[in-house]
């Protein structure tokens, strides 16, 4: 079953966490174990971002996790947020795509 996770940040140094998000993507090119991520704002709060990132199963994503250069990534980032983000853990169960 495929895996979801939101990750919910607050950060007034949005520029410095794209350069590191940049960075970490391309030094894990060939590596990653998600398999897809978007990155929105939230037009209602201000500097609130969430991360959209999608895995093939809920065992990769905690693969992923576990990686050291995840642990790494993670530390980076939170030096950027103003304060600890916020997890959401989804299982998808139904996906829909509208052309009309």
Do not use: H
């Not at 929105?40 to 201000?46: I, L, S």
């Not at 199963?57 to 642990?71: G, K, L």
């Amino acid at each position: 079953m495929r895996f979801i996770q939101i990750i919910e940040y607050r950060t007034s140094r949005i520029d410095e966490f794209n350069a590191l998000l940049d960075a970490w993507v391309e030094k894990n090119a060939g590596n990653r174990l998600a398999s897809r991520a978007v990155q929105t704002r939230d037009r209602d709060g201000e500097n609130v971002y969430l991360n959209i990132v999608e895995f093939p199963s809920y065992e990769v994503a905690m693969q992923n996790s576990d990686r050291p250069e995840t642990a790494e990534f993670a530390a980076q980032v939170a030096a950027l947020c103003d304060g600890p983000p916020t997890f959401r853990n989804l299982d998808l169960l139904d996906e829909r795509t509208f052309q009309d």
